[in-house]
T-cell receptor
Framework: DGGITQSPKYLFRKEGQNVTLSCEQN?????MYWYRQDPGQGLRLIYY???????QKGDIAEGYSVSREKKESFPLTVTSAQKNPTAFYLC?????????????FGPGTRLTVL | KNQVEQSPQSLIILEGKNCTLQ??????????LRWYKQDTGRGPVSLTI?????NTKSNGRYTATLDADTKQSSLHITASQLSDSASYIC????????????FGDGTTLTVKP
């Protein structure tokens, strides 16, 4: 898991509530990513950020929001607009946005909607 | 559309045996291909990376091969151990899509004693 932490490990949410997942890295990486993983499926990109105060939508950004106010932090908010939020969420960071850079993943947060 | 397909979807082998996992991709242009190991409930960890000019890369008992002409890669695991039980994910990147990679669905490997 390197120097990336995610919290909490498990999160339960009632329908209609917004929740925020934390992602912190101490690797001094510029780029950070959020992925969603569903059983038996590959990782899908939600949002990514190449530099502080800038971020771009990934393939499945609807119902999610992010911020990048600090280099080491990239929190993800799952809003009530996300229709099926139950999933395993993974945060990653990389030295830069170049495709040659390895992405280092955090331990993940499992979100369950009750 | 860029795609990465892995086979088999799941595999069960006995401890000590070898196995080979396959990855076919349509990503173009091609930058590099990585194999990740993901233990259940954990984040993926990189095993190998290969660029266009490399056709084999080893990491202990893991050996990855790449045929950029046929857009195929394989991950060979030698003398499997119980700790090899995990999902193995093939990830392909293209140099024009900064930071965005295409992930395969993974192969779930179970090693039994």
């Amino acid at each position: 898991d390197g120097g990336i932490t995610q919290s909490p490990k498990y999160l339960f949410r009632k329908e209609g509530q917004n929740v925020t997942l934390s992602c912190e890295q101490n690797l001094n990486h510029d780029a950070m990513y959020w992925y969603r993983q569903d059983p038996g499926q590959g990782l899908r990109l939600i949002y990514y950020s190449q530099i502080v105060n800038d971020f771009q939508k990934g393939d499945i950004a609807e119902g999610y929001s992010v911020s990048r106010e600090k280099k080491e932090s990239f929190p993800l908010t799952v809003t009530s607009a996300q229709k099926n939020p139950t999933a395993f969420y993974l945060c990653a960071s990389a030295p830069g946005a170049s495709s040659y850079n390895e992405q280092f993943f955090g331990p993940g947060t499992r979100l369950t909607v009750l | 559309k860029n795609q990465v397909e892995q086979s088999p979807q799941s595999l069960i082998i006995l401890e000590g045996k070898n196995c080979t996992l396959q990855c076919n991709y349509t990503v173009s242009p091609f930058s590099n291909l990585r194999w990740y190991k993901q233990d259940t409930g954990r984040g993926p960890v990189s095993l190998t990376i290969m660029t266009f000019s490399e056709n084999t890369k080893s990491n202990g008992r893991y050996t990855a091969t790449l045929d950029a002409d046929t857009k195929q890669s394989s991950l060979h695991i030698t003398a499997s151990q119980l700790s090899d039980s995990a999902s193995y994910i093939c990830v392909v990147s293209d140099p024009t899509n900064a930071g965005k990679s295409t992930f395969g669905d993974g192969t779930t490997l179970t090693v039994k004693p």
